[in-house]
T-cell receptor, first 113, second 115 residues
Framework: AQSVTQLGSHVSVSEGALVLLRCNYS??????LFWYVQYPNQGLQLLLK??????LVKGINGFEAEFKKSETSFHLTKPSAHMSDAAEYFC???????????FGSGTKLNVKP | DTAVSQTPKYLVTQMGNDKSIKCEQN?????MYWYKQDSKKFLKIMFS???????INETVPNRFSPKSPDKAHLNLHINSLELGDSAVYFC??????????????FGEGSRLTVL
């Protein structure tokens, strides 16, 4: 079985500050890992993905995530938050022959001016 | 041009009614999905079709019936609607079924409210 845990349903940072959104997964074998972003009243968009290549993955809008097998983590970071980063962020895991994604419960990022 | 489009965007209906949500993708993808997002933003897969063939069918009440007339369309029909069906339903598509390319392309969602 696979699951994804996102610590913190709400994260608030000041503009220009570091963004850190946490994601831990449970899987018996290395999974494929993803971060998606959802802006208000929109569908989810892919930010970045880990598919067993480089452990540090760079995505769009300056976001990156590091796969740490020893910690079963895939935390999302951005060095400097921008107001436009305010959105809901979802970590997801997939394994196997089908695109059966398991999403975390989401973390709402608030960026203060 | 919208890649994955769903209609209607909003749907308000009474308990016991039957309703449908339509989805179309113009990306040429082989695989399409329906996800349900509840009021706590929890997103859960319901169904997946690959080239009109059902490949994922999660534990969903049989009041929910997906239909894929062709690989560009995946519709969701819901019979005898219940209060707990209120949610945002997202259609999505992907290039393949393996999970390796990983990217799902989502529609904007259809917010269903059952009164």
């Amino acid at each position: 079985a696979q699951s994804v845990t996102q610590l913190g349903s709400h994260v608030s940072v000041s503009e220009g500050a570091l963004v850190l959104l946490r994601c831990n997964y449970s899987s018996s074998v290395p999974p494929y890992l993803f971060w998606y972003v959802q802006y208000p009243n929109q569908g989810l968009q892919l930010l970045l993905k880990y598919t067993s290549a480089a452990t540090l993955v760079k995505g769009i809008n300056g976001f990156e995530a590091e796969f740490k097998k020893s910690e079963t983590s895939f935390h999302l970071t951005k060095p400097s938050a921008h107001m436009s980063d305010a959105a809901e962020y979802f970590c997801a895991v997939s394994k196997g022959n089908f695109n059966k994604f398991y999403f975390g419960s989401g973390t709402k990022l608030n960026v203060k001016p | 041009d919208t890649a994955v489009s769903q209609t209607p965007k909003y749907l308000v209906t009474q308990m016991g009614n039957d309703k449908s949500i339509k989805c179309e993708q113009n990306l040429g993808h082989d695989t399409m999905y329906w996800y349900k997002q509840d009021s706590k933003k929890f997103l859960k897969i319901m169904f997946s079709y690959n080239n009109k063939e059902l490949i994922i069918n999660e534990t969903v009440p049989n009041r929910f019936s997906p239909k894929s007339p062709d690989k560009a369309h995946l519709n969701l029909h819901i019979n005898s609607l219940e209060l707990g069906d209120s949610a945002v339903y997202f259609c999505a598509s992907s290039q393949d079924r393996t999970g390796k390319t990983g990217e799902l392309f989502f529609g904007e969602g259809s917010r269903l409210t059952v009164l």
